[in-house]
């Protein structure tokens, strides 16, 4: 298969699902969907990751956009919240509550690169029996890494904001940064990359893509 051949037949097709794919996902119609179950994987990943800290979403109503491809995460910390709850008891009163919060973009997290996988995974010879275990075993390790993208940004906000009880020396809070920031555009290609190579292919796959290739 020449370089022309290539272009037309696979590269060509797999840009333009890649667009029709990622135009679609920015529909607000469908970001409602998978918004909900986005916001509670988020919020549930930095409860039990970051113990100390207590994480809710930000409801739509209060925002200034109505973004469903953005999640706003605040945040307090527990010890802080639980003072201002006896307080508010003792005082018979309603608790007031002040929340720092940062936001998680739901494209960039999962969205893109399971789309990139999947547009990877139909260009990819075999079965489409294989291609859907495939698929499901490379959506998990994919939602896999979005755990550590949203850990990773939620620990760098909360420790560079010091509402958590633990103190932070100067030097931490720059390592938290940088590995908040590792997670870029670059790392996540890479991840799906690999992603992909790793549960997509068996020998003889390879051997027929490269023979195709070749000729």
């Known amino acids: 298969m020449n370089l022309r051949n290539i272009l037309l037949k696979k590269f060509l097709p797999f840009v333009l699902l890649f667009f029709v794919l990622s135009l679609l996902s920015m529909s607000s119609n469908i970001q409602k969907v998978y918004y909900p179950v986005f916001t509670s994987f988020a919020t549930s990943?930095?409860?039990?990751?970051?113990t100390d800290t207590y994480f809710k979403d930000k409801p739509k109503t209060a925002q200034t956009d109505f973004d469903y491809n953005t999640i706003g995460v605040l945040f307090q910390s527990k010890k802080v919240l639980t003072e201002a709850t006896n307080e508010a008891k003792r005082?018979?009163?309603k608790a007031q509550y002040n929340y720092q919060g940062f936001k998680l973009k739901i494209d960039e997290t999962f969205i893109a690169p399971l789309i990139f996988f999947a547009c990877l995974l139909i260009f990819t010879p075999g079965s489409w029996r294989n291609k859907s275990l495939a698929f499901l075993l490379g959506t998990l390790l994919i939602l896999g890494f979005a755990y550590l993208i949203v850990y990773c940004k939620g620990l760098y906000m909360v420790s560079k904001s010091e509402v958590r009880d633990l103190q932070y020396a100067p030097n931490d809070i720059n390592f938290f940064k940088i590995l908040h920031f590792f997670f870029s555009s670059v790392t996540i290609v890479t991840v799906v990359l690999l992603t992909w190579i790793l549960v997509s292919f068996r020998k003889s796959d390879l051997n027929?893509?490269?023979?195709e290739t070749i000729e």
């Open 45 to 50: 990943v930095l409860n039990n990751s970051i």
């Open 208 to 211: 027929k893509l490269f023979t």
């Open 91 to 93: 005082r018979n009163v």
